[in-house]
């Protein structure tokens, strides 16, 4: 079952730009040129360590790099602090749902899904068809 929840998970997914996060300080800056270039485990480091590392736009980026770096457990945390800042954020449900799968954990990933879609927007008809083939995974 944890396999088959993981083949599910995707990371063709849109990562907001967190606002105003292109300028400030230097450690928020590397962190997100260290993302952008794919070196997701230097972007975690220099994230956490940035002093603006609460702001929930970070938050989702760190989750990203987290989850990304196939840390199912620190994705989880950060996201789920993002998504207390950034409720309406359709792509931090459905991060936060792919850390979910990640982690093995349907119901939650389900929960994320339904707000996901609930939310709409482009990511709507994805969480839709997930939860489709979640439901069909757990059925079987």
Same mark, same amino acid.
């Given at each position: 079952?944890?396999?088959a +929840?993981?083949?599910?998970?995707?990371?063709?997914?849109?990562?907001?730009?967190?606002?105003?996060?292109?300028?400030?300080? /230097?450690?928020? @800056?590397? &962190? +997100?040129? +260290?993302? *952008?270039?794919?070196?997701?485990?230097? *972007?975690?480091?220099?994230?956490?360590?940035?002093?603006? %590392?609460?702001?929930?736009?970070?938050?989702?980026? =760190? &989750? /990203?790099?987290?989850?990304?770096?196939?840390?199912?457990? %620190?994705?989880?945390?950060?996201?789920?602090?993002?998504?207390?800042?950034?409720?309406?954020?359709?792509?931090?449900?459905?991060?936060?749902?792919? %850390?979910?799968? =990640?982690? !093995? !954990?349907?119901e939650? /990933?389900?929960?994320?899904?339904?707000?996901?879609?609930?939310?709409?927007? @482009?990511l709507?008809?994805? *969480? %839709?068809? =997930?939860?489709?083939?979640?439901?069909? =995974?757990?059925?079987?």
């Open positions: 079952m944890a396999q +929840l993981r083949a599910l998970v995707t990371f063709e997914m849109p990562v907001i730009e967190p606002v105003g996060a292109l300028r400030g300080a /230097a450690k928020k @800056d590397h &962190g +997100l040129e +260290l993302y *952008a270039a794919g070196d997701y485990e230097a *972007a975690v480091i220099e994230l956490e360590s940035s002093v603006s %590392a609460r702001r929930p736009d970070l938050l989702h980026v =760190l &989750g /990203a790099c987290h989850l990304r770096a196939g840390r199912a457990r %620190a994705a989880i945390d950060s996201l789920t602090r993002a998504v207390k800042g950034l409720p309406h954020s359709a792509d931090t449900h459905w991060l936060l749902a792919q %850390a979910h799968l =990640l982690n !093995d !954990d349907p939650s /990933a389900t929960k994320s899904l339904k707000k996901v879609e609930k939310l709409g927007g @482009d709507g008809e994805a *969480a %839709a068809t =997930l939860q489709e083939q979640l439901a069909k =995974l757990l059925e079987s």
